[in-house]
Nanobody
Framework: QVQLVESGGGSVQAGGSLRLSCAASGYTGSINSMGWFRQAPGKEREGVAAIDRGGGTAYADSVKGRFSIFQDNAIFQDNAKITVYLHMNSLEPEDTAMYYC?????????????????WGQGTQVTVSS
């Protein structure tokens, strides 16, 4: 099993920045990629950014140039803790949502929720105009 715990959400004014963190623990040797999704009230969950163990990344068009995803882990080993960050700059009110960290056995970064087996509880991001 893999456990994911997000942190770093909060409230910020438009144009501001936030950094989200996701700590993965447990059987992390099975993880080949991780991602961030978000869901705003009344909207479907959408993929925001993803990264694979080789550092390959994928971004939604709506966040390209503003958001960056990074991972921090020496090597993938059983029971190693992996941390993934989402740096969010130039935030807009449209970025307001619950943000979820995800992990997958897929070897390529994916923005499809069907690719992911593990999900965190989410962290709220609110951007005011």
């Amino acid at each position: 099993q893999v456990q994911l715990v997000e942190s770093g959400g909060g409230s910020v004014q438009a144009g501001g920045s936030l950094r989200l963190s996701c700590a993965a623990s447990g059987y992390t040797g099975s993880i080949n990629s991780m991602g961030w999704f978000r869901q705003a009230p009344g909207k479907e969950r959408e993929g925001v950014a993803a990264i694979d163990r080789g550092g390959g990344t994928a971004y939604a068009d709506s966040v390209k140039g503003r958001f960056s995803i990074f991972q921090d882990n020496a090597i993938f080993q059983d029971n190693a803790k992996i941390t993934v960050y989402l740096h969010m700059n130039s935030l807009e009110p449209e970025d307001t949502a619950m943000y979820y960290c995800t992990a997958s056995v897929w070897r390529h970064p994916s923005l499809s929720s069907q690719s992911y087996s593990y999900w965190g509880q989410g962290t709220q991001v609110t951007v005011s105009s």
